[in-house]
């Protein structure tokens, strides 16, 4: 047990990332005295602990021993969340951007020649500086001290500006039972116009209380993410959630055939009853770290690593290329699967009964097909709104989040798509062909790509085809950031 100043206890983390060449997660303790930060590859047993008092962190039951499975999916990568935090606190003590890195780098002795080490630290300063930048925006916006009446305050002038957008916030007298729904009008057009998968997905980290705010994306033909529809419920029922779903796709006028999402049963029980005939895929990435956490349930070690491989095996190494094949090799798979759990692992049985006995047909190869596998699409809409929009923040007050997204996250996105339209018809500015992650054609200047992109936006603008106040966030930001940067040059 040692107790460090938070220069330190940064210091720490960022050692502990590069000896595991991973990032390390941030889990709060219950009750929340204390913090534990664990290694984010799966099984890994990697962690320690922190308690804060009066600016004092004492790091406990520190566990430096990686056991990195090969094979095992890796899934979703993060940056280093130590990292964010030493960018942050070098620039706010006068640091300057441009030397931000190398300066950390530097200091903390970093290989920039391993590649796997520098994925910790990939994200780039200007994003940093502008979460930072951000903060004061968000707080700017709040039209209350209290956050619901603040985001009812808002909702209602929406209302009253955007007739034509979903806008819903139904909550009894205490707020202890609402729902808040949002679907911007362009979203009716622009989701007739892609033939994939919706893809439903939730976090609950952003919000305090652990409120859980659902998105439902879809990649564009611009390959740009799309946010057609943000809702929060409470309590987080299936017949909420479905309610939501359905009230958009009647907005929308969409009878969806395809759904996406992780395995979360609220979200596979609001599809099934409120879109009966259409298909539902798990998330193969998601079912085995699901997987990967429920080592005790099992009373035999080999048992859960057996249990895991199977898993592992149906959801995703199946060979789908000869369909008598699949179908044979699963079945053999399942069998022994659940034989082995019927005899031997009561505890997991019941576990498996209730969460993937049922639902077999949304996480199965033989069921699901080979398409569709994952559900990245939404997880990167959630890690871009964690790391971009709200600064790697958490358990954030509701009217924060619920603001920023309508008056920031939506208005981008919808400009991203626009542009690109009129980028499309005029063939105007660079066309990017990648191999890998390299670059092979760029046919203007970053320089002129600036100006033709304020040029497209004031002619959207002009043209009253968006509702200017839900930009001016925006571009206030944007406006902030160049000014601050230009003081700094």
Same mark, same amino acid.
């Given at each position: 047990?040692?107790?460090?100043?938070?220069?330190?206890?940064?210091? @720490?983390?960022?050692?502990?990332?590069?000896?595991?060449?991973?990032?390390?997660?941030?889990?709060?303790?219950?009750?929340? =005295?204390?913090?534990?930060?664990?290694?984010?590859?799966?099984?890994?047993?990697?962690? @320690?602990?922190?308690?804060?008092?009066?600016?004092?962190?004492?790091?406990?039951?520190?566990?430096?021993?990686?056991?990195?499975?090969?094979?095992?999916? !890796?899934?979703?990568?993060?940056?280093?969340?130590?990292?964010?935090?030493?960018?942050?606190?070098?620039?706010?003590?006068?640091?300057?951007?441009?030397?931000?890195?190398?300066?950390?780098?530097?200091?903390?002795?970093?290989?920039?020649?391993?590649?796997?080490? !520098?994925?910790?630290?990939?994200?780039?300063?200007?994003?940093?500086?502008?979460?930072?930048?951000?903060?004061?925006?968000?707080?700017?916006?709040?039209?209350?001290?209290?956050?619901?009446?603040?985001? #009812? %305050?808002?909702?209602?002038?929406?209302?009253?500006?955007?007739?034509?957008?979903?806008?819903?916030?139904?909550?009894?007298?205490?707020?202890?039972?609402?729902?808040?729904?949002?679907?911007?009008?362009?979203?009716? #057009?622009?989701?007739?116009?892609?033939?994939?998968?919706?893809?439903?997905?939730?976090?609950?980290?952003?919000?305090?209380?652990?409120?859980?705010?659902?998105?439902?994306? !879809?990649?564009?033909?611009?390959?740009?993410?799309?946010? @057609?529809?943000?809702?929060?419920?409470?309590?987080?029922?299936?017949?909420?959630?479905?309610?939501?779903?359905?009230?958009?796709?009647?907005?929308?006028?969409?009878?969806? =055939?395809?759904?996406?999402?992780?395995? %979360?049963?609220?979200?596979?029980?609001?599809?099934?009853?409120?879109?009966?005939?259409?298909?539902?895929?798990?998330?193969?990435?998601?079912?085995?770290?699901?997987?990967?956490?429920?080592?005790?349930?099992?009373?035999?070690?080999?048992?859960?690593?057996?249990?895991?491989?199977? !898993?592992d095996f149906l959801t995703l190494r199946a060979d789908a290329t000869n369909a008598e094949k699949l179908a044979e090799e699963s079945d053999e798979t399942y069998e022994f699967l659940t034989t082995m759990l019927e005899e031997e692992e009561p505890r997991a049985l019941k576990y498996f009964d209730k969460q993937w006995r049922r639902t077999k047909e949304h996480w199965m190869m033989l069921y699901r097909g080979e398409g569709d596998s994952t559900n990245n699409i939404a997880e990167?809409?959630?890690?871009?709104?964690?790391?971009?929009?709200?600064?790697?923040?958490?358990?954030?007050?509701?009217?924060?989040?619920?603001?920023?997204?309508?008056?920031?996250?939506?208005?981008?996105a919808i400009i991203k798509v626009q542009v690109a339209n009129v980028l499309n018809e005029e063939r105007a500015v660079r066309i990017l062909t990648r191999a890998g992650n390299q670059i092979v054609e760029q046919r203007a200047s970053k320089h002129d790509e600036c100006l033709k992109l304020i040029q497209h936006i004031l002619e959207i603008v002009e043209s009253r085809r968006i509702e200017p106040n839900v930009l001016i966030p925006s571009l206030k930001a944007i406006l902030n950031?160049? =000014?601050?940067?230009?003081?700094?040059?």
């Amino acid at each position: 047990m040692i107790s460090v100043d938070l220069e330190e206890l940064i210091a @720490f983390g960022i050692k502990q990332e590069v000896k595991g060449g991973v990032p390390y997660r941030r889990r709060t303790g219950s009750p929340k =005295q204390y913090v534990t930060y664990s290694c984010s590859y799966p099984l890994c047993k990697a962690k @320690f602990r922190v308690e804060e008092q009066n600016g004092v962190f004492t790091i406990s039951k520190v566990n430096e021993e990686h056991c990195h499975h090969i094979g095992v999916e !890796m899934g979703s990568h993060y940056a280093s969340k130590f990292y964010q935090k030493w960018i942050e606190l070098y620039i706010k003590n006068g640091g300057k951007q441009f030397l931000a890195q190398k300066a950390f780098f530097d200091n903390f002795g970093i290989d920039t020649n391993n590649k796997e080490t !520098m994925k910790l630290f990939a994200q780039s300063t200007d994003a940093l500086k502008h979460k930072f930048y951000r903060l004061d925006e968000i707080i700017a916006q709040r039209l209350s001290n209290d956050p619901y009446t603040s985001l #009812e %305050a808002f909702l209602n002038n929406l209302q009253e500006e955007c007739p034509d957008d979903l806008v819903q916030f139904d909550y009894n007298g205490d707020f202890s039972e609402f729902t808040i729904i949002y679907a911007p009008f362009a979203a009716k #057009e622009l989701v007739h116009s892609i033939d994939n998968p919706l893809h439903v997905d939730s976090t609950h980290s952003l919000i305090k209380g652990k409120i859980q705010l659902f998105a439902v994306t !879809m990649k564009t033909s611009q390959n740009t993410i799309f946010p @057609f529809c943000y809702f929060l419920v409470n309590p987080q029922t299936s017949e909420k959630i479905q309610e939501c779903l359905v009230k958009f796709c009647e907005f929308a006028h969409l009878d969806p =055939q395809h759904w996406s999402a992780d395995c %979360a049963l609220n979200i596979a029980r609001a599809i099934e009853d409120g879109f009966p005939l259409a298909q539902l895929s798990w998330c193969a990435v998601h079912v085995l770290r699901a997987c990967a956490k429920v080592g005790s349930y099992f009373d035999n070690p080999q048992n859960f690593e057996n249990f895991y491989l199977a !898993m592992d095996f149906l959801t995703l190494r199946a060979d789908a290329t000869n369909a008598e094949k699949l179908a044979e090799e699963s079945d053999e798979t399942y069998e022994f699967l659940t034989t082995m759990l019927e005899e031997e692992e009561p505890r997991a049985l019941k576990y498996f009964d209730k969460q993937w006995r049922r639902t077999k047909e949304h996480w199965m190869m033989l069921y699901r097909g080979e398409g569709d596998s994952t559900n990245n699409i939404a997880e990167s809409h959630f890690h871009q709104l964690k790391q971009t929009f709200f600064l790697g923040k958490k358990n954030e007050r509701i009217d924060d989040i619920v603001i920023t997204l309508i008056t920031v996250v939506i208005p981008n996105a919808i400009i991203k798509v626009q542009v690109a339209n009129v980028l499309n018809e005029e063939r105007a500015v660079r066309i990017l062909t990648r191999a890998g992650n390299q670059i092979v054609e760029q046919r203007a200047s970053k320089h002129d790509e600036c100006l033709k992109l304020i040029q497209h936006i004031l002619e959207i603008v002009e043209s009253r085809r968006i509702e200017p106040n839900v930009l001016i966030p925006s571009l206030k930001a944007i406006l902030n950031l160049a =000014q601050r940067s230009l003081k700094e040059e």
